[in-house]
């Protein structure tokens, strides 16, 4: 059974940072690009980051140089390091594993920024 397993949200002060981290069990995971994206209330889910197998990484235009993407195969984790946190980062953020035509999702952690 697949499953990806997200923690590190959490309610955080504007500038502030969080560190996500997702852990994967059920794949080979060194063989899945990673993804996390996020979904604020109202708004569709959008792709924040990903990270391919070979360590490529892209990142949406709203968090580029705040945002980082990492992976530790050898945890079977992928990270989202999330720097000057601002309100419009409030929302559900979810990782993702895909492969070809397969995608699996996480259930998803909670970061709220406010003062």
């Known amino acids: 059974q697949v499953q990806l397993v997200e923690s590190g949200g959490g309610l955080v002060q504007p500038g502030g940072s969080l560190r996500l981290s997702c852990a994967a069990s059920?794949?080979?995971?060194?063989?899945?690009?990673m993804g996390w994206y996020r979904q604020a209330p109202g708004e569709q889910r959008e792709r924040v980051a990903r990270?391919?197998?070979?360590?490529?990484?892209d990142y949406a235009d709203s968090v580029k140089g705040r945002f980082t993407i990492s992976r530790d195969n050898a945890k079977n984790t992928v990270f989202l390091q999330m720097n000057s946190l601002k309100p419009e980062d409030t929302a559900v953020y979810y990782c993702?594993?895909?492969?070809?035509?397969?995608?699996?999702w996480g259930q998803g952690t909670r970061v709220t920024v406010s003062s």
């Open positions: 993702s594993a895909r492969r070809v035509n397969t995608i699996y």
């Open positions: 059920g794949i080979i995971f060194n063989i899945y690009n």
């Open positions: 990270i391919t197998t070979d360590g490529n990484t």
